[in-house]
């Protein structure tokens, strides 16, 4: 049984600059949540993604964005970067059975996102 | 609003010495809680939830935590602490049907003296 992967684990881009993160779910999840975790904080829920659509979103601006894949995998997408994007990303996987209920979130190790 | 609070920034503890690490909620429905640990550079792993039942949750690595409703507290507590245990720890809040919507405290950083 594979884990939750992501990918890449660091990157540096500059200001105004788009970026796309990746993360394969654990085997046998059919759901993957995004957090972003600051310097010193605590992980913040972005969004989650279940059967290939948007699920539930936290306070973040339109220019987060992702996709879920057939095979359950996803993508956070970050258009026109920011200073204060610089974060650990952190991908959850988890299993929905359909009824509305999310199961425990396995996390990957996240990708560390430093914007200039 | 919901929340998570944890008092304690940093704790040092000595190797062999108990441990508790306080977690305060606020949540406008049934919680579900959460105690991860995060490694530096690591991602978050599960040591221990609450979803209902027995107030006294055990985890992994010897964890365990007390639900305590009229205190909207979930402490997290060790006997006796490990060189292996000094980590980041975070209390997290969800509820049925959050969609994954965890709540994080801004978590407690345990270091342990030899």
């Known amino acids: 049984e594979t884990g939750v992967t992501q990918s890449p684990t660091h990157l540096i881009k500059t200001r105004g600059q788009q970026v796309t993160l990746r993360c394969s779910s654990q085997?046998?999840?059919?759901?993957v949540s995004w957090y972003q975790q600051a310097l010193g904080q605590g992980p913040q829920f972005i969004f989650q993604?279940?059967?290939?659509?948007?699920?539930g979103r936290g306070n973040f601006p339109p220019r987060f964005s992702g996709l879920q894949f057939p095979n359950y995998s996803s993508e956070l997408n970050v258009n026109a970067l920011e200073l204060d994007d610089s974060a650990l990303y952190l991908c959850?996987?988890?299993?929905?059975?359909?009824?509305?209920?999310?199961?425990?979130?396995?996390f990957g190790e996240g990708s560390r996102l430093t914007v200039l | 609003a919901q929340s998570v609070t944890q008092p304690d920034i940093h704790i040092t503890v000595s190797e062999g010495a108990s441990l508790e690490l306080r977690c305060n909620y606020s949540?406008?429905?049934?919680?579900?809680l959460f105690w991860y640990v995060q490694s530096p550079g690591q991602g978050l792993q599960l040591l221990l939830k609450?979803?209902?039942?027995?107030?006294l949750v055990q985890g992994i690595k010897g964890f365990e935590a007390e639900f305590k409703r009229s205190q909207s507290s979930f402490n997290l507590r060790k006997p006796s602490v490990h060189w292996s245990d000094a980590a980041e720890y975070f209390c997290?809040?969800?509820?049925?049907?959050?969609?994954?919507?965890?709540?994080f405290g801004k978590g407690t950083k345990l270091s342990v003296k030899p």
């Open positions: 959850a996987s988890s299993y929905n059975p359909g009824t509305g209920v999310t199961g425990e979130l396995f």
């Open positions: 085997s046998g999840h059919n759901t």
């Open positions: 993604y279940y059967r290939e659509e948007e699920n």
């Open positions: 949540y406008g429905a049934t919680p579900y």
């Open positions: 609450y979803f209902s039942g027995d107030t």
């Open positions: 997290a809040v969800g509820g049925r049907g959050s969609q994954g919507n965890l709540i």
